[in-house]
């Protein structure tokens, strides 16, 4: 899903990163042109998925991708009831 993204929105995919934490899956990639910086995560724990998504100014990415970083990785799915 991150590669088509990437080539729907004619980006050049600078760095992909997959993380087993806390049972969860993560997947990540960055991308960047001259004026803005996107990174978006891919987040599973096998049954749901999440997507999430960080823009900024090109100039200044690491302002805040830290915390989003730190929120990405605290998301938890609730649990799904067979009845």
Known sequence: MVREL?????WV???I??????GLRIAAASYSNDEEF????????GWS???ATY????SDP??????????VRAIRFSK???S
Do not use: M, Q
């Open 6 to 10: 990437a080539r729907a929105n004619a």
């Open 38 to 45: 996107t990174r978006i995560w891919y987040v599973t724990d």
């Open 55 to 58: 823009t900024c100014d090109a």
């Open 13 to 15: 995919l600078k760095v």
């Open 49 to 51: 998925v999440a997507l």
């Open 62 to 71: 690491r302002t805040e991708l830290d915390a989003c970083e730190r929120i």
């Open 80 to 82: 799904v009831s067979d």
């Open 17 to 22: 990163v997959a993380v087993t934490e806390n």
